[in-house]
């Protein structure tokens, strides 16, 4: 299974768009990248899946550059409910579990 | 529609015990998935079932064991309970085995 760094934490301030950047150097074909959100307490929310170049839906953009060693999760104008932690996976979505790491923590300010 | 449910909430057992979580999945989704999540780490996978047999299994000794029903619901059981076992138990269920995955709220289990 492929190995994701992403920052430990991150701030930004209100109406900002917020980039978040995970490395994954030994991504396989096969794999599709995935992130997660999670807030306290409760279970991890599925926000958005790609394989390459560019995903978006009503919640965040997904930016994954021809070589796929890196993708870049982007929120648009984050208010302070977007503060949570967010997860990249990689993987096999069909033939392989979730392997989350420790994520990155995106605390808003007011 | 209802999403993913679980149950206990909470659960306070002693060491030694056995416990029993429950999940039901999203109506229709045929993949039920088992996660523990100790604090200020992400969840580690458990277990997956998808069409009631066992599709996958994590690093987790043989004291954990799991089932999923016909009506795809799901049980993880935990025997001789330690006190490294106590975290929040995450049960996420998928039409398919795929890595977009419902996440039910969770079961705390705190073993004393």
């Known amino acids: 299974l492929a190995k994701t760094t992403q920052p430990i934490s991150m701030d930004s301030y209100e109406g900002q768009e917020v980039n978040i950047t995970c490395s994954h150097n030994n991504i396989a074909t096969n794999d599709y990248i995935t992130w997660y959100q999670q807030f306290p307490s409760q279970g991890p929310r599925f926000i958005i899946q790609?394989?390459?170049t560019k995903v978006t839906n009503e919640v965040a953009s997904l930016f994954i550059p021809a070589d796929r060693k890196s993708s870049t999760l982007s929120l648009p104008r984050v208010s302070l409910s977007d503060t949570a932690v967010y997860y990249c996976l990689v993987g096999d979505k069909g033939n392989t579990p979730l392997v989350f790491g420790k994520g990155t923590r995106l605390s808003v300010i007011a | 529609d209802a999403g993913v449910t679980q149950s206990p909430t909470h659960l306070i057992k002693t060491r030694g015990q056995h416990v029993t979580l429950r999940c039901s999945p999203i109506s229709g989704h045929k993949s039920v998935s088992w996660y523990q999540q100790v604090l200020g780490q992400g969840p580690q996978f458990i277990f997956q079932y998808y069409e009631k047999e066992e599709r996958g299994r994590g690093n987790f000794p043989d004291r954990f064991s799991a089932r999923q029903f016909p009506n795809y619901s799901s049980e993880l059981n935990v025997n001789a309970l330690l006190l490294g076992d106590s975290a929040l138990y995450l049960c996420?269920?998928?039409?398919?085995?795929?890595?977009?995955?419902?996440f039910g709220p969770g079961t705390r289990l705190t073993v004393t």
């Open positions: 790609g394989y390459k």
């Open positions: 996420a269920s998928s039409y398919l085995a795929t890595h977009e995955q419902y």
